[in-house]
């Protein structure tokens, strides 16, 4: 294969055109941790702060206690993080962007990087901004001469073992050194803290006095990026992460049966709703692997409850045969998959968006589902509601694809209201009597009443066999097209109902992005500033991807001069399936499978650049 030169490194292979005659353009890759795209890109008075170190180390929880405090003081907040697979050891990151306005992306460019160990340094100088500030561990970190004018030696190590007799409280003396730099009021770390460690005698207090000697440390860089304070604390906010929002979203839309196993990114709504879902009368089991976790939901949605599983893309592969069933047998159920890199085991901690071909077409056959991608945190309380909605009321299994980026990542929203929400319940056979009950009855919608356990006169077969309107075994040709045309017809409504996220001109002129998921706050934000330049652009992203909305969709792009397909996998999934599903026949998929997500530079850059020839 032919290479092209890496933007930092070795050459690296160059993509393939697709065999349906779409190139696909990749960004320039870089080592891992490294700033990928050029270009500066900051909101008003919005600080970029980066921590990186060994895990283990407690980078992550450093990054977790600063975003809370700083959301606790009225600051909006979104975070990244990335970091090994392994138990322990390995280097990690968590980076997060503080601003007293809403914010649409984590950042690119670095004001304030923090390097724990000299592995950080390698891994991430060049993530820093023109004016970007070094915090580092003075004993285990050394810095090249050129960058010493704007870093400054932080005694972690050092500091930690003279508080608290360990390292322990490392990261507390690096939280106290940023807090410095931007000008932060510690008092709502410190009442974390105390939250935190109530229970361990004179735990809290080292880890306070690590936090303001810390401060101390780099006290001659404070207010170097100072934060605005907010002129008013919103009551109705709230700082939480993807996976929370649907385990939170999921209670309000009902759900009372919660079945999985733990995998990496989705593992933390099993233990979420492993503590809530009891408190609500419902009930969590972890099961042997994820083919019993999907057979266990489909057998408690059979008796009448609102159940869902989460998982991963190795899960969704396991669950492809019982997905198929559930579409044949009309049995409602919920899968949400937190996409991570792959394929097999792949990155389990990094993020992609490579499992939505899986999710559309996974499964022997032509089964039936309905695929949701969320766009944001907030809208993953929205998007499960919507997944049971449609799982209860068309009777097909719904999964909902998110992203390691999006499910980990901490976001401040608003709270929604529970008793705004539109929930849907299914139809049951209450009501008919025996003898007129069909189960799989043709009807004008394509959707048939389910009977329940204990109903009177509700009794069937969910057999995954090709069956009548009885559900009784059939196998002529005119049973399997009537069932066929009756369970994949059902869905065609939502092309036209199903919600979309937009963003900018309704039918753009210049530039039109097209994209699902987590990619959508970096668009909004690119979206913003492209239009400051004079252009006519704007976004469009259908929460509902399959049945997919191919008619709004070319309304949207009518006008455009470009259309631009930003997405986090290799071979450009939602170019092809926007191409096989519509009329389009140019547009520029840009795929990147780095593990990463996109920032809002790098769409700027792709507007920028001229199509290849």
Same mark, same amino acid.
């Given at each position: 294969m032919a290479s092209i030169p890496a933007a930092n490194g070795p050459a690296r292979p160059r993509c393939p055109e697709s065999s349906r005659g779409l190139p696909i353009r990749h960004p320039g890759d870089?080592?891992?941790?490294?700033?990928?795209?050029?270009?500066?890109?900051?909101?008003?008075?919005?600080?970029?702060?980066?921590?990186?170190?060994?895990?283990?180390?407690?980078?992550?929880?450093?990054?977790?206690?600063?975003?809370?405090?700083?959301?606790?003081?009225?600051?909006?907040?979104? !975070?990244?993080?990335? *970091?090994?697979?392994?138990?322990?050891?390995?280097?990690?990151?968590?980076?997060?962007?503080l601003s007293d306005e809403p914010i649409w992306s984590h950042g690119q460019d670095v004001d304030l990087l923090v390097c724990f160990n000299q592995e950080a340094w390698d891994l991430n100088w060049d993530s820093l901004g023109p004016e970007g500030v070094i915090l580092y561990d003075s004993v285990e970190v050394t810095i090249p001469d050129e960058y010493l004018d704007r870093a400054r030696p932080v005694r972690m190590d050092e500091l930690a073992k003279e508080i608290g007799g360990s390292t322990r409280a490392k990261n507390m003396v690096a939280a106290g050194a940023i807090t410095a730099v931007i000008d932060f009021d510690t008092t709502p770390i410190e009442e974390l803290v105390l939250?935190?460690?109530?229970?361990?005698?004179?735990?809290?207090?080292?880890?306070?006095?690590?936090?303001?000697?810390?401060?101390?440390?780099?006290?001659?860089?404070?207010?170097r990026y100072p934060l605005v304070p907010p002129v008013e604390v919103e009551e109705d906010r709230m700082l939480i992460s993807g996976n929370q929002a649907i385990a939170v979203g999921a209670v309000a839309a009902g759900v009372n049966y919660f079945a999985g196993y733990p995998i990496t990114p989705a593992s933390d709504i099993l233990e979420w709703l492993s503590v809530r879902l009891p408190q609500v009368g419902g009930l969590t089991i972890q099961c042997e692997d994820e083919i019993a976790s999907l057979a266990s939901v489909v057998g408690a949605s059979y008796t009448g409850a609102k159940a869902m599983t989460a998982t991963s893309g190795p899960g969704i592969s396991l669950m492809n045969e019982l997905i198929g069933y559930a579409g044949t047998a009309e049995i409602p159920v919920v899968i949400v998959d937190a996409q991570r890199g792959g394929p097999s085991t792949g990155l389990p901690t990094k993020t992609e968006q490579s499992d939505l071909n899986q999710a559309l077409y996974g499964s022997h056959g032509e089964a039936p589902r309905v695929v949701i991608a969320p766009v944001s945190v907030e809208d993953c309380f929205y998007s499960i509601v919507d997944a049971f909605n449609y799982a209860e009321e068309f009777q097909v299994p719904v999964l909902l694809l998110t992203d390691q980026g999006l499910a980990t990542r901490l976001e401040v929203i608003h709270r929604p209201d529970p008793e705004k929400l539109n929930i849907v319940q299914r139809k049951t056979s209450a009501g008919i009597a025996r003898e007129d009950y069909k189960r799989y009855e043709y009807t004008e919608s394509g959707v048939s009443p389910m009977g329940l356990p204990g109903e009177p006169n509700g009794m069937y077969v969910a057999t995954g066999i090709e069956h009548d309107e009885y559900g009784h075994p059939g196998y002529t040709p005119e049973i399997h097209l009537g069932m066929q045309?009756?369970?994949?017809?059902?869905?065609?409504?939502?092309?036209? !109902?199903?919600?979309?996220?937009?963003?900018?001109?309704?039918?753009?002129?210049?530039?039109? *992005?097209?994209?699902?998921?987590?990619?959508?706050?970096?668009?909004?934000?690119?979206?913003?500033?492209?239009?400051?330049?004079?252009?006519?652009?704007?976004?469009?992203?259908?929460?509902?991807?399959?049945? *997919?909305?191919?008619?709004?969709?070319?309304?949207?792009?009518?006008?455009?001069?470009?259309?631009?397909?930003?997405?986090?996998?290799?071979?450009?999934?939602?170019?092809?399936?926007?191409?096989?599903?519509?009329?389009?026949?140019?547009?520029?998929?840009?795929?990147?499978?780095?593990?990463?997500?996109?920032?809002?530079?790098?769409?700027?850059?792709?507007?920028?650049?001229?199509?290849?020839?």
């Open positions: 870089a080592r891992p941790g490294c700033n990928l795209y050029g270009g500066t890109l900051s909101a008003r008075n919005s600080v970029v702060v980066r921590l990186a170190g060994e895990s283990g180390e407690g980078v992550i929880s450093c990054g977790d206690i600063l975003t809370q405090a700083a959301a606790r003081g009225g600051y909006y907040t979104q !975070t990244f993080r990335t *970091f090994p697979a392994e138990i322990k050891g390995g280097p990690c990151m968590y980076q997060f962007r939250r935190r460690y109530a229970h361990k005698e004179g735990v809290a207090d080292a880890n306070i006095a690590a936090l303001h000697a810390g401060a101390e440390e780099s006290a001659d860089l404070k207010g045309t009756k369970r994949l017809g059902k869905l065609e409504p939502i092309r036209e !109902t199903s919600r979309v996220a937009t963003h900018g001109e309704a039918q753009p002129e210049d530039i039109a *992005f097209i994209g699902f998921g987590s990619t959508f706050g970096p668009v909004r934000e690119a979206v913003d500033r492209l239009a400051e330049q004079g252009l006519s652009v704007g976004a469009f992203y259908p929460r509902v991807l399959g049945p *997919f909305p191919a008619s709004r969709v070319e309304t949207f792009v009518a006008n455009a001069k470009r259309i631009i397909v930003p997405e986090v996998n290799y071979t450009g999934q939602l170019a092809r399936l926007i191409k096989a599903e519509t009329n389009i026949n140019e547009l520029e998929s840009v795929a990147k499978c780095d593990g990463l997500p996109f920032t809002a530079e790098a769409i700027i850059d792709l507007a920028a650049q001229e199509v290849a020839a």
